[in-house]
């Protein structure tokens, strides 16, 4: 399943790019990203199937064999998260 992560409003630069998610919990998410994001950084993680986007923050970014990124995020308490998390799972069996 593939999210978009973007940098919230008011982030210095501009910067977004599709990522497949490998595991999704109600604390977080892995997600395979073509670029790396840094430590602590800001993010606003947007399912493919729609939905209001979930804040969360890279808690760790590791370089791949094949060059991509392994990314950490950790995701902000939010009263949409556990319906979305739902919306998810099913795309993901």
């Known amino acids: 399943m593939e999210v978009k992560l973007v940098r919230p409003v008011g982030a210095n630069a501009e910067r977004q790019e599709r990522a ?5 919990s109600a604390l977080g998410a892995r997600v395979y990203a073509r670029i790396p994001w840094q430590l602590g950084e800001k ?6 199937v729609g ?14 064999s094949d060059g991509k990124f392994a ?5 902000r308490r939010s009263p949409v998260l556990g319906s979305l998390l739902e919306k998810v799972k099913k795309l993901v069996r």
């Open 71 to 75: 990314v950490g995020l950790r995701f």
């Open 43 to 48: 993010v606003e993680v947007t399912p493919a």
């Open 20 to 24: 497949v998610v490998e595991n999704i």
């Open 51 to 64: 939905g209001a986007p979930l804040r969360a923050e890279v808690v760790y970014c590791q370089k791949q």
